[in-house]
């Protein structure tokens, strides 16, 4: 039905501006964590060239927000919890990464509800990623 096509709803992939943009973002993302001082400390877990790192994080991006599943086909189930077991994530390390993220969406992003939701989602995703429980105020939880 003509109505039900008009009705379709765009997804987050399609209002950032399709692949151009996330690409745009993973650049701005790694510029940040290259250049600032808090960010320091997680620019130092991080692999000398982080260019095969920014297009795993363009890919898993583009999947993430509703375009191509092409993280999957290329790398399988995200099972990013796993994927960063080896990586010391407590509260400061989670918020290095969010300072690095919400300038690159404050750059890229000029749709301000987008933006907006997309800071609570990175928020939330990134919290859930701590795994260094030394850091913890409830570690028996
Ligand atoms: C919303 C939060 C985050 C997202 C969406 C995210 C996403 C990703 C993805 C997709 C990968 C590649 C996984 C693969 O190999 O397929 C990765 C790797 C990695 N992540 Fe994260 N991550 C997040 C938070 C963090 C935080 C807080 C840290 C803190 C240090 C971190 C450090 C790393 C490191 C060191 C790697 C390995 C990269 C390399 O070997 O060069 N990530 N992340």
């Known amino acids: 039905m003509e109505l039900e096509v008009a009705q379709k709803p765009s ?3 399609e209002v950032i501006g399709g692949a151009p943009a ?3 973002l993973v650049e701005a993302f790694y510029r940040n964590m290259d250049s600032r001082a808090d ?5 130092a877990m991080h692999a000398a060239d ?6 795993i994080l363009k890919l898993y991006l583009g999947e993430w927000l509703g375009g191509p599943a092409e993280y999957s086909k290329q790398r399988g189930h995200p099972r990013l919890r796993q994927r960063h077991m080896r990586i010391p994530i ?3 390390e989670r918020d290095a990464w969010l300072a690095c993220m919400n300038a690159a969406l404050d750059e890229v992003v000029t749709e301000a509800n987008l933006r907006d939701r997309l800071k609570g989602a990175f ?7 701590r795994n ?3 850091n913890e105020h409830d570690k028996h939880r």
């Open 50 to 55: 982080l260019e095969p790192t920014k297009n």
């Open 132 to 134: 260094d429980l030394e």
């Open 11 to 13: 997804s987050d992939f």
């Open 123 to 129: 928020h939330k995703l990134a919290d859930w990623l």
């Open 39 to 43: 960010a320091r400390d997680i620019r």
């Open 90 to 92: 407590g509260p400061a």
């Open 22 to 24: 996330i690409d745009r």
